[in-house]
């Protein structure tokens, strides 16, 4: 039985790497790898951006210098043309995984519904 889930796996994996979504944001990491400044730039914000979140994650405090460097970070990676569509398009392609793992999440959703009496 679970055979035919990995199948399945596999299948949504080839429709969507062949999906517009994909392909748009596989030339866009392509052009950011070919820019070693903008890939700089991407590289810096994102480890500033997940040491935060580790901070924040383990209850430390964190300064106000460091969200200022995190802000100042993205406003200078919002005037690259590159890195703006960039990170419109991870955040398109984020939202649509969220709302495809609803979908094959709603089985179990509906499960605990009925455990909880809704």
């Not at 889930?5 to 030339?27: D, G, P, W």
Request: glycine share 2%; aromatic share 8%; charged share 25%.
């Amino acid at each position: 039985m679970s055979e035919s889930l990995f199948e399945a796996a596999h299948y949504f994996v080839k429709i969507f790497r062949a999906s517009n979504e994909y392909q748009r944001f596989q030339t866009l990491c392509n052009e950011l790898n070919s820019d070693p400044q903008v890939k700089q730039i991407l590289n810096q914000m994102n480890k500033l951006n997940y040491q935060l979140q580790q901070k924040q994650m383990m209850g430390q405090e964190i300064r106000q210098q460091e969200v200022e460097t995190l802000k100042n970070m993205e406003a200078v990676a919002q005037q690259h043309v590159r890195i703006k569509q960039f990170l419109e398009a991870d955040y398109h392609i984020n939202m649509l995984l969220m709302e495809l793992n609803k979908i094959i999440s709603k089985p179990l959703e509906d499960l605990y519904d009925q455990l909880v009496g809704k």
